[in-house]
């Protein structure tokens, strides 16, 4: 539990980084969801459409002596190995060459492919005599023109020179480069002034980049079931490629079977003479030996050796054909070769067991078994080698193949990509990414102290109050913060620093407060408006003098013109009586700063200066000085030379712990009996603070 508030506290920690830095935030979003929308209107729209095949695997066991026609020719690879061949140059080659995905037309107008209004060009040819082109120019690509939308153009070469005016839907011949060469266009959808540039791949190119946009996957797992995809930006154009590519492939595996099936037929129709010469020569040895010695009886026991030899020959030449089978398709020390030689050795020891069997019978007979044995075989053979002849022929003549298309593509009307509303989230979420990335290494790299703690640790001074941010002006049109809104959780910060300067100067005795800050822009004189504020609103007598004699602020504070002031009065020119305006918060006086004098250090550190402070200090009953900053110029440290109480304003983490020493100890040298404290404005209270309420009426 305690590691999740944790978390959820170094979040709320991070979003409410994030909203203080929103001017980094917001303008860095806005950009990316900017790009964000220029990409998704700059990708071209992408078609995908998809097309199913079967590959089927047609593996039927042996029969006979010389095996099925299935053992002879089928094709039984993997769907892995489908898949590469479906990929290779020869059937990849094929498409890109019959529908000239090697010819490219692209649009060259960026204003149409942001707004989707390109034209569409497609050519029937493009040859050039290279040869002849200087070897630099020969890539470059030509440039075609639509004079109308009826598909008339004018061809330019890569020098921009017009080498041929004409229409689409023929083919044109035409002299260059001392040589002829041929260009035509036969589908044009343009606008007229619509330009693009033509060029022709080389043929390797032209298939990798049509590999890039084509995949070949087995729908589930061993199922023989291949899904084409292939991705265009014309949807028409890419029915008809992977229909082409299906169709190529199919036309090749057919080939492919068929060559295999006629070369097998070639070499059984060679062989055929040869098995009918000896079915005839053994019959007529048979014939000859019958007459020679008679008529022969067979008994029945003669009768089943014949039978239980002719099966066994049959047998053994029916593996040997096996066997020869799987040596092509696999090594000779496979499993399967190696199991079906022993299966023939067995046989084979079997036919070598009826031998004694034979030697029992009488001579004649064993004769007259012997012929007829080979008669028998040799008879087997010849029908057997007709039968495999004719099915071969049969699948010649039918062109079958292993493979057979399911579906053919299809036209889409939907485009795949891009996907427009992923494009501008993912736009936004990096850009909130590289904004989160930006605030985070400049909170990294600041060297500004948080730490109230920290603070009077290292320089010894007491921060007597953290003031959050409020008013920049300090008032709210001529009335300080104070005063128009007393409820503010600013003004109650307030309330606590004047607390704690009440009782210091109770202590420490004294009536003059110098209010000072190291920077421009900490909001010194938002403290010192409305402290002076709070201070009147005790019934006190306060005179609230503006010091910065070069760009004091406090008469535009209460809506004062600027003129005479307290430079004017260093400068004895004027009385002090005159320069002093009441405000609309009573028990309230101001001194502004003036007129900007010549010399305003000399003026601050001149012994008329601590006159006239001594002389305020008896008339009224707390005197505040807003002086300079203390890091840019001296006059603070002068300024302050008189105060009893000086208060050095701060902002929240701004400044390093160097630069708040460096400053005390600057506005301390002239004065090193004042009392010195610290205020941190524009605090910012964490979560886990206990800021979560507001001060108000109930």
């Not at 305690?2 to 830095?21: I, P, V």
Request: charged residues 25%; positive net charge; contains cysteine.
């Amino acid at each position: 539990m305690a590691t999740k508030k944790k978390e959820d506290t170094d979040l709320g920690e991070l979003l409410k980084e994030l909203a203080k830095n929103w001017p980094i935030m917001v303008p860095i979003m806005l950009l990316a969801g900017i790009i964000g929308v220029f990409v998704a209107m700059w990708v071209r729209p992408v078609y995908q459409v998809d097309a199913l095949l079967q590959i089927e695997s047609k593996n039927s066991k042996p029969s006979g002596m010389m095996g099925s026609l299935g053992a002879l020719f089928a094709i039984s690879s993997p769907a892995e190995t489908e898949m590469e061949l479906i990929k290779s140059r020869q059937v990849m080659g094929a498409a890109v060459e019959k529908m000239r995905l090697d010819l490219v037309a692209d649009p060259q107008s960026k204003l149409d492919r942001l707004m989707h209004k390109e034209g569409r060009l497609e050519l029937s040819n493009f040859n050039v005599p290279w040869n002849n082109v200087p070897k630099e120019k020969r890539n470059q690509p030509w440039t075609v023109v639509a004079k109308d939308s009826l598909g008339n153009f004018e061809l330019f070469d890569q020098d921009k020179k017009l080498v041929l005016t004409g229409s689409a839907g023929q083919t044109y011949h035409f002299a260059y480069a001392g040589d002829t060469a041929t260009f035509g266009i036969f589908r044009a959808e343009v606008r007229p002034g619509q330009t693009f540039s033509v060029y022709k791949l080389k043929r390797l190119d032209a298939i990798e980049k049509f590999r890039g946009a084509f995949n070949v996957s087995e729908k589930g797992k061993k199922t023989g079931i291949l899904e084409f995809s292939y991705q265009d930006i014309y949807p028409d154009r890419g029915v008809e490629v992977l229909n082409e590519v299906a169709s190529s492939y199919l036309r090749q595996n057919v080939e492919e079977r068929n060559a295999e099936a006629q070369k097998t037929l070639n070499f059984l129709e060679k062989q055929l003479p040869d098995v009918k010469a000896q079915m005839d020569s053994s019959l007529m040895n048979l014939n000859t030996y019958r007459n020679r010695v008679g008529s022969v009886d067979i008994n029945a026991e003669t009768q089943l050796v014949l039978q239980r030899r002719m099966k066994l020959q049959q047998d053994i030449l029916a593996l040997q054909q096996r066997k020869q089978e799987a040596i092509r398709l696999f090594h000779s020390e496979h499993p399967t070769v190696k199991t079906l030689e022993d299966q023939e050795d067995a046989l084979r020891r079997e036919l070598a067991g009826t031998s004694s069997e034979v030697k029992k019978l009488p001579a004649t007979q064993q004769e007259v078994l012997k012929l007829q044995n080979q008669v028998e075989l040799t008879k087997v053979m010849y029908t057997t080698m007709l039968n495999n002849i004719q099915q071969l022929r049969l699948v010649s003549a039918g062109e079958v193949g292993s493979v057979r298309i399911i579906d053919f593509a299809e036209q889409v009307t939907a485009p795949t990509k891009p996907k427009k509303k992923v494009i501008l989230c993912v736009a936004l979420f990096l850009g909130f990414l590289l904004g989160a990335t930006i605030v985070s290494i400049k909170s990294k790299f600041s060297s500004g102290v948080k730490s109230a703690n920290f603070i009077e640790k290292e320089t010894g001074f007491t921060v007597y109050a953290k003031v959050p941010k409020g008013n920049p002006k300090g008032t709210k049109g001529t009335r300080p913060l104070a005063v128009v809104e007393p409820d503010d959780i600013a003004v109650e910060s307030l309330r606590a620093l004047r607390s704690s300067l009440e009782f210091s100067m109770m202590d420490e005795g004294g009536s003059i407060i110098g209010v000072s800050g190291l920077i421009p822009g900490v909001g010194k004189s938002f403290i010192s408006v409305n402290l002076a504020a709070l201070f009147a609103g005790l019934g006190k007598k306060v005179l609230l003098i503006d010091a910065d004699l070069r760009k004091g602020r406090l008469h535009k504070e209460f809506g004062i013109r600027r003129g005479d002031g307290l430079s004017q009065i260093l400068l004895r020119k004027v009385d002090p009586e005159k320069v002093i305006f009441p405000t609309e918060v009573e028990n309230l006086f101001v001194i502004p700063c003036g007129n900007v004098p010549a010399n305003p250090a000399e003026l601050l550190g001149s012994k008329h200066y601590s006159e006239i402070i001594n002389k305020f200090k008896q008339e009224y009953d707390l005197v505040i000085v807003d002086t300079p900053p203390i890091m840019l110029v001296t006059d603070a440290a002068l300024a302050c030379y008189v105060a009893d109480q000086i208060v050095m304003v701060i902002e929240y983490n701004r400044h390093s712990i160097e630069a708040i020493k460096d400053g005390m100890s600057q506005i301390l040298k002239g004065n090193p009996q004042a009392h010195a404290s610290i205020v941190i404005n524009k605090y910012e209270h964490s979560r886990t603070e206990g800021y979560g309420y507001k001060y108000g009426k109930y």
